[in-house]
């Protein structure tokens, strides 16, 4: 347990001192980038453990997983308040699961999962589970692939348009993939491009989470202000993850 600790340690610095040297490449302030860790797959006492390091926010990809872990570190670390974010894509059935306890979705890419959410979250307003619109990011696809999540560049505003008109939810920005085996800076290029159109428009819309443990710096000199770092943090998954 200490070794992993000590491990998790320096692993956190050097992916800290990643973030920072991205930052001074890029003539932006280190503090700037906030950083994201990727829990999927990770055990809940490897989250406990980051909590103890200072780390906050958590991504996790898959709800039913998810539901889980957020039990096990708060009773693990009753006292913490470590923040869950969803960047994985999401059935409109499990909306009101993830509801329950996500602090942000980053990755919602249609009308139809925004009125799922905004329904569960009022659901869970009106029984005094929550308080505050949910914070969601429109996920923008860079090529297009359906498959892989997110929505192309013409139907990013219409996307916005819908999803403020949710009261349940509260339009954030932008999150992004690079497509596997793109130049990262020309995908980062475009995404950063998207999201300032969508900035134009929706002036509250300013996050950009853009950025992983392969392609960081190529997103932070693309304006990310959020990097989601899984392996370089925790390690490889295992293979049978997405
Ligand atoms: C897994 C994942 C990450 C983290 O990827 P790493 O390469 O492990 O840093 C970031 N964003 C999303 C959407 C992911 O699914």
């Not at 039990?71 to 909306?95: D, F, M, T, Y």
């Amino acid at each position: 347990m200490t070794d992993r600790r000590a491990e998790l340690e320096k692993r956190l610095a050097a992916v800290r001192e990643r973030i920072a040297a991205a930052c001074v490449a890029a003539g932006r302030e280190p503090d700037e980038v906030q950083l994201l860790a990727v829990t999927k797959t990770v055990p809940p006492a490897d989250v406990a453990l980051l909590l103890d390091l200072g780390l906050a926010a958590f991504g996790e990809n898959r709800v039913q997983e998810a539901t889980a872990k957020v039990a096990e570190v708060a009773r693990l670390r009753p006292a913490a308040a470590p923040r869950w974010h969803l960047i994985g894509s999401l059935q409109r059935n499990k909306a009101a699961e993830a509801a329950r306890w996500a602090h942000r979705v980053e990755s919602v890419d249609s009308e139809r999962l925004a009125d799922a959410l905004d329904r569960a979250v009022r659901r869970e307003q009106e029984t005094g589970g929550r308080v505050t619109p949910l914070p969601v990011l429109l996920q923008f696809s860079v090529d297009g692939d359906p498959r892989r999540g997110g929505v192309p560049r013409n139907a990013l505003l219409p996307l916005a348009e819908h999803v403020s008109s949710c009261a349940g939810l509260q339009l954030d920005g932008v999150m992004a993939v690079a497509p596997l085996g793109a130049d990262p800076d020309g995908a980062f290029a475009e995404v950063e491009s998207a999201a300032a159109a969508l900035r134009a428009e929706f002036p509250q819309a300013r996050t950009l989470s853009a950025g992983m443990s392969g392609d960081l710096e190529a997103a932070v000199r693309h304006g990310s202000v959020v990097v989601r770092v899984g392996t370089a943090l925790v390690g490889e998954r295992p293979l049978t993850s997405r």
